[in-house]
Structures are given as C-alpha cells and as structure tokens.
C-alpha cells in the first residue's frame, strides 16, 4: 500500500507557471479593452446623429403640414410625428438643446446639450 503513494506524483500549476498565464491575459485585456471602449463611443455617436435626424426631420414635416414650428418638442409626440422623444446618448437624458426661429416662432432646431467633444473635433452640442 506504501508502495502505491510513493508513485503517485502531485500534479498543479506551480506559481511561475500561473504569473506567466495571468500576465498573458493581462496582455490582451490591455489590447482589447481601449478598443471596446471607442467603440462604444461610436456607437453613441451614431445614435445621436440618428436621433438628432429623426427629431429634425419630425420638425420638418410638422411645418409642412401645419405651417408653423411647434412650440415643444411634445407637440410633436401629441401630434404623432414621433412615439416618444429619443434620448440624447451622449447627455443620457431627453434633454436638448432647443433653437428657436426668430422670425416665425416655435422649436426650428435642436442640438445636443452635451460639451463634450466628438470624435470629429466637435463639441456634440455644434452637430
């Protein structure tokens, strides 16, 4: 029975070979990890040119139909040119920035209110 134990070895991983391994994985993340993180900057970049689009071509077409700018963004919700107001994704909130237009009235555009600069050397609050 002795004999029996003497040959079994013990088998692991001893602590050079775990260092080599976690500096490996710490290698990639390094790689990989600022490339995630710009890509989820330019994923917000295009929903808020998306976003940005869908609410200026709703102000359009609620002056094409009614012959006048709307006074809030919710007219155009109450009058079902949009579902809902989108959210600005770079902000985070349903916060914009309106324009007025000066002569007739009502909302003519909107922008971003966030300061932040984009990937074009941009503030988003110039788009």
Request: charged share 25%; aromatic share 8%.
């Amino acid at each position: 029975m002795s004999g029996n134990y003497l040959n079994k070895t013990k088998r692991g991983f001893t602590i050079v070979e775990l260092l080599v391994v976690l500096s490996v994985i710490a290698l990639l993340l390094s790689i990989v990890t600022p490339r995630y993180l710009n890509k989820i900057e330019e994923g917000k970049e295009i929903a808020l040119r998306q976003n940005l689009s869908v609410i200026r071509k709703s102000i359009d077409q609620y002056y094409s139909d009614q012959g006048e700018y709307p006074d809030k963004l919710t007219q155009l919700v109450e009058k079902h040119y949009l579902r809902v107001i989108p959210l600005d994704p770079i902000a985070e909130k349903n916060e914009w920035d309106i324009v007025k237009e000066k002569q007739i009235g009502g909302i003519y555009d909107i922008k971003s209110t966030s300061q932040q600069m984009g990937s074009d050397n941009r503030v988003y609050s110039e788009w």
